[in-house]
Nanobody, 122 residues
Framework: VQLQASGGGLVQAGGSPRLSCAAS????????MGWFRQAPGKEREFVAA????????YYADSVNGRFTISRVNAKNTVYLQMVSLKPEDTAVYFC????????????????WGQGTQVTVSS
């Protein structure tokens, strides 16, 4: 599976960008998808995850209520809608895919995209 993230850029605080992650292949629904982020000098951290059929979603406490993960399996795409952005949301955002449904908040994903930079100005 190849993953291509897009939709990042420079955003003002309070902005509402949407990130997209397009996946190759014909079995996208087999994969549980996650979004992670990494700020300069910090470790990569979990942001959100969604199961293969879209039936369950999970969020980090820091983004819960502000970010929404969704997917359209017919388009092989997962989204991360972000609202009320804060400067501390500045990071490179990565999408990732895995077949193991357990522990979706950990970093043990099988495939990773290249990341898209989100910079939030105050």
């Amino acid at each position: 599976v190849q993953l291509q993230a897009s939709g990042g850029g420079l955003v003002q605080a309070g902005g509402s960008p949407r990130l997209s992650c397009a996946a190759s292949g014909r079995t996208f629904s087999r994969y549980h998808m996650g979004w992670f982020r990494q700020a300069p000098g910090k470790e990569r951290e979990f942001v959100a995850a969604i199961t293969g059929n879209g039936g369950s979603t999970y969020y980090a406490d820091s983004v819960n209520g502000r970010f929404t993960i969704s997917r359209v399996n017919a388009k092989n795409t997962v989204y991360l809608q972000m609202v009320s952005l804060k400067p501390e949301d500045t990071a490179v955002y990565f999408c990732a895919a895995r077949t193991n449904p357990y522990g979706l908040a950990n970093l043990s994903y099988d495939y990773w995209g290249q990341g898209t930079q989100v910079t939030v100005s105050s």
